[in-house]
């Protein structure tokens, strides 16, 4: 039986060699289209869904976002969770009396009822360390603001309380500097502490207090803010008493 020379086996491996790429070739080449295939497939499905079903996309984006948030996955694409930044909280996690007065402060100055919920709920924390109640805390950010807390006037007082933040930036400074003042919380606690030394600089009495902090010692004379606050303050407490009040003044 004849041997195959040394040239004729190499020869006989090479064309199998090149037969086995070839074919794997061809397998790697038919998966490819196929793969690409399917992928085209699924993103003309997806985009009928979603142009069909919006609500189905969505809760397939929560999912994923949830999912990766519980795996402690974090891509540069996806949504921070700013929830737990918001001043808000839900009116039934709250007191009762304390959710009444939000939702009545809610209608009346026309704001959502969740930021000014968070507001009342700080208010009634405050008065515990301040010894000012806190209807009146809330009664002057509603005159003074209408609770809108990125308001300005024309001689610089800024956010919630009207704080003049270039003459108390100290008070700031424990939150961060000036711009805290734009921070919800952050102004009503300085504006409230302000309020609180002017009350203890005028002998106790809140009148000549909330007269000082409208305008210092150039304002004495003026009377119609204490009043305006004053009776805010009442009707506040008559709400969180139960008193029915229309929400107009």
Do not use: C
Not at 105 to 114: D, H, N, S, T
Not at 153 to 180: E, P
């Amino acid at each position: 039986m004849n041997q195959p020379t040394p040239h004729t086996a190499l020869h006989q491996m090479r064309v199998a060699l090149s037969t086995f790429v070839r074919d794997v070739g061809r397998g790697v080449l038919t998966l490819t289209h196929s793969g690409l295939a399917m992928l085209g497939l699924t993103l003309v499905l997806g985009l009928g869904v979603a142009a069909l079903r919006p609500d189905l996309l969505s809760d397939s984006e929560n999912r994923v976002y949830e999912w990766l948030r519980e795996k402690q996955l974090s891509l540069w694409w996806e949504p921070q969770n700013t929830a737990d930044r918001a001043t808000a909280t839900d009116l039934k996690d709250i007191p009762r009396k304390q959710a009444a007065v939000a939702a009545w402060l809610a209608k009346k100055y026309k704001v959502a009822p969740e930021p000014i919920a968070a507001l009342v709920a700080e208010a009634y924390v405050l008065s515990e360390t301040t010894r000012l109640k806190p209807h009146l805390i809330l009664a002057v950010m509603a005159i003074e603001s209408s609770f809108h807390p990125y308001i300005q006037s024309q001689a610089g007082a800024q956010g919630l309380m009207q704080v003049m933040t270039d003459i108390h930036i100290k008070k700031y400074q424990k939150y961060g500097g000036k711009l805290a003042a734009f921070d919800p919380l952050t102004n009503m606690r300085v504006g409230t502490a302000v309020l609180q030394e002017y009350v203890r600089m005028k002998g106790g009495s809140v009148e000549q207090a909330l007269l000082f902090y409208l305008g210092g010692d150039t304002l004495q004379g003026e009377s119609d803010y204490v009043t305006k606050v004053l009776a805010e303050q009442d009707r506040l407490d008559q709400v969180a008493a139960g008193v029915n009040l229309s929400a107009l003044p």
